[in-house]
């Protein structure tokens, strides 16, 4: 019954290595986010999309790119992985705007080695 | 651009006693909503508190409350009879309402409960 759920929780690959992230929502919300957790626990937006249409695209490299299938899902690609995107990635949704505030999934923990 | 600031990186209370935590921010919007959540060492980030910028009541939930200070854009989080399952990252957050509104986050404090 989990609301908004990630897949895998935690992703060790090695440098140069492409890898995927799942996420998927059970709340018929119609946005969905990405934000970067770093070592230091600062929480940054990455990438939002509404009703499968991007919103947001902050300054992410373009190794990154994000795909919504439809409004619940959105997946992370990120290619050539690079020590520095080590770090954990949250997936959230909301109703519009989140004003009532977003439902975050579990975290994935990306180890880059 | 919305900054959110919790200049209290870390902070300690005993079991049972209350304890403030610190967050302003910045904005020139006059429509926004402020958050509180919770992120323990399993990570999930959970909602604690939310308040509506427009309504002057502070918000309360069960042990949580808050001082909303809009003139001051000041917004604490009290935490009365303090539990050990208290113990957790605390991240203040901002949103506005426009179409490309993002949940802004402030650097978090990380509360230590004793006994």
């Known amino acids: 019954d989990t609301a908004v759920s990630q897949t895998p929780k935690y992703l060790v690959t090695q440098m140069g290595n492409d890898k995927s992230i799942k996420c998927e929502q059970n709340l018929g919300h119609d946005t969905m986010y990405w934000y970067k957790q770093d070592s230091k626990k600062f929480l940054k937006i990455m990438f939002s999309?509404?009703?499968?249409?991007?919103?947001i695209n902050e300054t992410v490299p373009n190794r990154f790119s994000p795909k919504s299938p439809d409004k619940a899902h959105l997946n992370l690609h990120i290619n050539s992985l690079e020590l520095g995107d080590s770090a954990v990635y949250f997936c959230?949704?909301?109703?519009?705007?989140?004003?009532?505030?977003?439902?975050f999934g579990s975290g994935t923990r990306l180890t880059v080695v | 651009a919305q900054t959110v600031t919790q200049s209290q990186p870390e902070m300690s209370v005993q079991e049972a006693e209350t304890v403030t935590l610190s967050c302003t921010y910045d904005?020139?919007?006059?429509?926004?909503?402020l958050f509180w959540y919770k992120q323990p060492p399993s990570r999930q980030m959970i909602l604690v508190i939310r308040q509506e910028a427009y309504k002057q009541q502070n918000a309360t939930e069960n042990r949580f409350s808050v001082n909303f200070q809009k003139a001051a854009k000041s917004f604490s989080l009290k935490i009365s009879d303090s539990q050990l399952g208290d113990a957790a990252m605390y991240f203040c957050?901002?949103?506005?309402?426009?179409?490309?509104?993002?949940?802004?986050f402030g650097t978090g404090t990380r509360l230590q409960v004793t006994l």
């Open positions: 904005t020139s919007e006059s429509d926004y909503y």
């Open positions: 999309y509404n009703n499968k249409e991007l919103i």
């Open positions: 957050a901002y949103t506005s309402t426009g179409t490309a509104s993002k949940l802004t």
């Open positions: 959230a949704s909301s109703l519009g705007t989140g004003t009532r505030g977003y439902t």
